[in-house]
């Protein structure tokens, strides 16, 4: 039998084969891009990105002088050298008083619809004024602040060259300051890389980790898509939770003690973990996460003892190390004297 012979005779053979093959590739495919970047980074119509407007957000947010004690700004919590948070279990704020959350990163909070670990704001721009106001925080009175601002001829001009007539008021602050916020984005990460194509990118220990992820972990469920996460609210079962987290903002049974699920996008910064600071390393995570969490009144049915080998959670956590790209180049503002 020739050559020929042998292929048509076979063709129905090879063309099961093209197809399964076929469908692995693209179901691979298709499952993967899920994770891939959206094309633009969300912003609103009536507040649309210009560079003046990045400019001017920039030096707001690393400006003490929005704070009632000049000291604080939104950079003194939101640390870029930290991973935009402060590396401490719960925020510090005016006064060096010990607030009850820890500062989330603000890394991809512009694909965020709601706000805060309660999701209480449904907008960067209805944000970032909170802050400026909150006596724990920044501790300042906002009439005030604008009159500072106003008394300072840079100022004047960046707020001119951003949003020319409407003047320096406490929309164009918050406007000003979500438009920088929304340059804050995760860098393409060993993940990103991977899932584009470049198939040394990731560990074989990270890519085992990703199986876990996706499958025996369930992790998945909560931590999806692009920004790893569902941008919903839940209780993960943690100890000696006091807080009643979403459930002030909606008195639902099932929101007492849920927070929202956090970004997993350069995780390996932003330690301590949680919304109360309770996990120093990710290791501790996935432990919570293997044991089934610890309360079990209210816990989300999706949390339960996962019953992972030594070697799966040391998988995990590779996995979720890949996830952390190079930190935003940023260069610090001139603040306008
Ligand atoms: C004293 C520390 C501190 C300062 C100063 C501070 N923040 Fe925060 N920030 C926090 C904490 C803590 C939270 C979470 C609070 C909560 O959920 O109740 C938070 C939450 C946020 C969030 C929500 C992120 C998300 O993913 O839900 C954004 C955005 C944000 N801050 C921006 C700002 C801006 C803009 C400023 C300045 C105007 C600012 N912060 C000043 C500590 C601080
Ligand atoms: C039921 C939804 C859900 C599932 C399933 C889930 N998570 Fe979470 N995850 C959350 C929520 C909600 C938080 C924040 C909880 C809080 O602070 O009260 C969180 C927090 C985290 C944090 C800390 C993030 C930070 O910035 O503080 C990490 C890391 C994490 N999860 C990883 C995982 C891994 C790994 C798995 C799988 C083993 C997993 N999660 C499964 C919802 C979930």
Redesign the pocket.
Known sequence: MNIHNYFFKNLKFVAILVAYFGIIASATAADLGKYLRPGQVPQPANNLSTTQREELGKM??FDPR??GSNW???????NPALGWS?GLP?????GQKI????????IN?AY?P????????RS?EH??????E?A???NQNLDKAIGELKAIQGYRDAFEAAYPGEGISKKTIAKA??SF?RTVVSTDAAFDRWIKGDTAAMTAAALRGFKVFEGKGNCVKCHSEFNFTDNGFHNIGLKDARDAGRYAIRKVKILIGAF?T??LRDIALTAPYM?NGTYATLEEVVAHYDRGGDEKENRSPNIKPLNLAKGEKHDLVEFLKSLTGEALQITFPQLPQ
């Open positions: 707001l947010f929005l704070s604080i700004s939104c950079g003194t919590c939101h402060d719960t925020a510090i704020g005016d607030l009850g959350r820890s500062t989330p990163t603000i909070t965020i709601l706000q805060m670990w309660d999701g209480r704001f960067l944000q970032a004024i909170g802050p400026i909150d724990g925080e920044m300051i979500a916020e929202k956090p970004t919304h």
